[in-house]
Each structure stands twice: as C-alpha cells, then as structure tokens.
C-alpha cells in the first residue's frame, strides 16, 4: 500500500529505511551512471512524483514530504550486494529530485 508506505517514510518516528533492489531498480545507465529518464516508470515518477512507481521516486517522495513538514531526513540503509550501493542511491535519488 503506497499510501500506507509513504506516511510511514514520512514519519519522525522513522529514522532509518532500509533498501534492497537489483542493479535495474536504481534505473542508472550502467556506463554513464545518469539516470534513465526516458524509462517509462521514471517519466511516470517525474510527472507524478506524489503517485511514484520506483524505489528512487518513493524515496524522493518520502523526503519531500519529511521537509514540507520539518522533519529532518531519515537514513537510508543499502542492503542489497551491489558495489557502491549507497552512492548509487544517492545517485538516483538526486537526478530524480
């Protein structure tokens, strides 16, 4: 349930949100590290970004909702075995924003 999902990320109670994804769940080119915006899930984020599709435009939304309303960012914790991981979130969460 998005709904259910996002107000829980949006919480100050939530201070840390744990990810696991495939490498095509962070939707980066794999050569250039960009982030895919002519992927249909990605221009539905860009275009909906309350309604999102993906595990970068749900973070993104998460934040945007926590800084409306004050509430300082949560951390985010990469769980799956991808190198660099983290800075491929970051990635993908920033182009995205």
Not at 14 to 29: A, C, D, H, N
Not at 50 to 69: H, K, M
């Amino acid at each position: 349930d998005l709904a259910s999902l996002l107000a829980r990320m949006a919480s100050p109670e939530t201070r840390i949100v744990t990810l696991t994804v495939t490498e095509k769940g962070y939707f980066l080119s794999p050569a250039e590290g960009s982030l895919l915006r002519d992927d249909p899930l990605i221009a539905h984020d860009i275009d909906q970004p309350q309604a999102p599709r993906t595990a970068p435009g749900i973070l993104v939304e998460a934040l945007a909702r926590r800084r409306s309303a004050g509430v300082p960012p949560f951390t985010v914790l990469c769980c799956d075995n991808m190198p660099n991981n983290g800075k491929r979130t970051r990635a993908a969460v920033v182009q995205l924003a």
